[in-house]
T-cell receptor, first 112, second 117 residues
């Protein structure tokens, strides 16, 4: 089955710097890759997603890149702000199943 | 759009009792609902997938007789933790896909924190 690995587990950056979180997946049939932000005790919120027919997608300060050949995808946050502090999860699902397999999460801390 | 609610948000119960958690899609029809379990500082672990009107599909290692799932309508799924024990204490989150957004986009409920004494 699908396996998703996520790095780093923790990331601390200064406000205004960029943050990059990387994930790899194992199932070449995976075709949908969402990223979720979860604040303590709250629900995961979809922040951006990408499908396998696209290499990059951007939404204001957030961008996601996908390398199908290498089976990895990354989240890029530019001009980080303290309110970006949260746990970020990547996930993957394949065309054969509607299940999302989540990465282990990255705790991002943005210091003022 | 795409709002999912859960009730209750917190529940404390005694060992041996059963607890029911409701997951509702408020503004769309949820053809598929998912139930996850999340331990502190860990990722979301899928427990089961339920489609309206059919039996849930459980992930390996999840006891179907302990975690009863019912998806009787396109807006409601319930998870019942039967004969709860302290090790069942966790954060339970549902999600739904359906008539809102792309068919594979999952929208999450706010979660239910279960504490078994």
């Amino acid at each position: 089955g699908e396996n998703v690995e996520q790095h780093p587990s923790t990331l601390s950056v200064q406000e205004g710097d960029s943050a990059v979180i990387k994930c790899t997946y194992s199932d070449s049939a995976s075709n949908y890759f969402p990223w979720y932000k979860q604040e303590l005790g709250k629900r995961p919120q979809l922040i951006i997603d990408i499908r396998s027919n696209v290499g990059e997608k951007k939404d204001q300060r957030i961008a996601v890149t996908l390398n199908k050949t290498a089976k990895h995808f990354s989240l890029h946050i530019t001009e980080t702000q303290p309110e970006d502090s949260a746990v970020y999860f990547c996930a993957a699902s394949s065309v054969h199943t509607d299940k999302l397999i989540f990465g282990t999460g990255t705790r991002l801390q943005v210091f003022p | 759009g795409a709002v999912v609610s859960q009730h209750p948000s917190r529940v404390i119960c005694k060992s041996g009792t059963s607890v029911k958690i409701e997951c509702r899609s408020l503004d769309f029809q949820a053809t598929t609902m998912f139930w996850y379990r999340q331990f502190p500082k860990q990722s979301l672990m899928l427990m089961a997938t339920s489609n309206e009107g059919s039996k849930a599909t459980y992930e390996q290692g999840v006891e179907k007789d302990k975690f009863l799932i019912n998806h009787a309508s396109l807006t409601l799924s319930t998870l019942t933790v039967t004969s709860a024990h302290p090790e069942d204490s966790s954060f339970y989150i549902c999600s739904a896909t359906g008539t809102s957004g792309a068919p594979d986009t999952q929208y999450f409920g706010p979660g239910t924190r279960l504490t078994v004494l």
